[in-house]
């Protein structure tokens, strides 16, 4: 079992960062591949960026085109999304995931095995 924390979720205005950070505790984090999903109201859960358990290969989401950046420090047990250039449309609530076992990063919202409570994004014009 994994338990999974955001933070770093706020108010910031468009052009502005936010860097978000996923605390796990409970089994070995070093195992699993972690993941970044966002949800808006009205709309479905969206990949925004996924990480190997090594950190050695990532993926992304199409829209993010560079401004995010995915991190972990498994030392830490933490993971960690870097946000730039936000804009409005990125205003949701972010999730992190990890899947066990896993063997590479995953795109996927049902591939994911824990989640964690959210963290509110939200990005003013």
């Known amino acids: 079992q994994v338990q999974l924390v955001e933070s770093g979720g706020g108010l910031v205005q468009a052009g502005g960062s936010l860097r978000l950070s996923c605390a796990a505790s409970g089994r070995t984090f070093r195992s699993y591949a972690m993941g970044w999903f966002r949800q808006a109201p009205g709309k479905e859960r969206e990949f925004v960026a996924a990480m190997s358990w090594s950190g050695g290969s990532t993926g992304y989401g199409d829209f993010v085109k560079g401004r995010f950046t995915i991190s972990r420090d498994n030392a830490k047990n933490a993971a960690h999304l870097q946000m730039n250039s936000l804009k409005p449309e990125d205003t949701a609530v972010y999730y992190c995931?990890?899947?066990?076992?896993?063997?590479?990063?995953?795109?996927?919202?049902?591939?994911?095995?824990?989640w964690g409570q959210g963290t509110q994004v939200t990005v003013s014009s």
């Open positions: 995931a990890a899947k066990e076992y896993a063997t590479s990063w995953y795109r996927r919202s049902g591939d994911y095995d824990y």
